[in-house]
């Protein structure tokens, strides 16, 4: 099991599950499991509550992808 994690600013806001749009200073965190699946928390900068991002299931057919996926997302939910 792998994890990563990014602060970042999300200025037009993150859809969570639980909670709906969050938006201000986030941290993301990916899981990679040795299994390949992916599991996607997310939380305002100093928190302790998490919540996911929605859709099914996420999984990586190889497990050597989850930088670039990491990264991927970062990028993705902090554009303007």
């Known amino acids: 099991m792998e994890k990563k ?3 970042f600013i999300a200025i037009h806001g993150v859809m969570t ?3 709906g749009v969050i938006s201000g200073e986030l941290e993301l965190v ?3 499991h040795d299994d390949g699946v ?3 928390a997310i939380t305002y900068v100093g928190a302790e ?3 996911t991002l929605p859709g ?3 999984r990586l057919f190889d497990g050597r992808d989850h930088e670039v ?3 991927m997302l970062v990028a ?5």
Do not use: A, G, M
């Not at 993705?76 to 303007?80: D, K, Q």
């Open 5 to 7: 994690s990014t602060i």
């Open 56 to 58: 099914e299931e996420y």
């Open 69 to 71: 996926v990491h990264r």
């Open 17 to 19: 599950s639980e909670v």
């Open 49 to 51: 509550e998490w919540y």
């Open 30 to 32: 990916t899981t990679c």
């Open 76 to 80: 993705v939910l902090e554009r303007p």
């Open 38 to 40: 992916l599991t996607l």
